[in-house]
């Protein structure tokens, strides 16, 4: 299993950022995919999560309104679309899966918002 985000970077408060996650050696297209963050001396935290044909989707409070999660199974890829951005946003952004009761990490995307 292999799970590789990009997307990234610095952006100003109320700016938009779209992470990608691409994932490779599994059945992408039958499993749920999530989207967690983890900002500094906090625990890692729920953000969005997409069953494996998009029809249920699950968001956090905080991120309702104004992330979208969605998904690409033809190209194995998990998008996270965040819009209206905060500095409380700021965190590491991972991309999930859990197959039979493992969790699959990526190995994360820095999201700063800041002026």
């Known amino acids: 299993v292999q799970l590789v985000e990009s997307g990234g970077g610095l952006v100003q408060p109320g700016g938009s950022l779209r992470l990608s996650c691409a994932a490779s050696?599994?059945?992408?297209?039958?499993?749920?995919m999530s989207w967690y963050r983890q900002a500094p001396g906090k625990e890692r935290e729920l953000v969005a999560a997409?069953?494996?044909?998009?029809?249920?989707?699950n968001y956090a409070d905080s991120t309702k309104g104004r992330f979208t999660i969605s998904r690409d199974n033809a190209k194995n890829t998990v998008y996270l679309q965040m819009n209206s951005l905060k500095p409380d946003d700021t965190a590491v952004y991972y991309c999930?899966?859990?197959?039979?009761?493992?969790?699959?990490w990526g190995q994360g995307t820095q999201v700063t918002v800041s002026s």
């Open positions: 999930n899966v859990r197959i039979r009761q493992n969790d699959y």
């Open positions: 050696g599994f059945t992408f297209s039958i499993y749920f």
């Open positions: 997409i069953s494996s044909l998009g029809g249920s989707i």
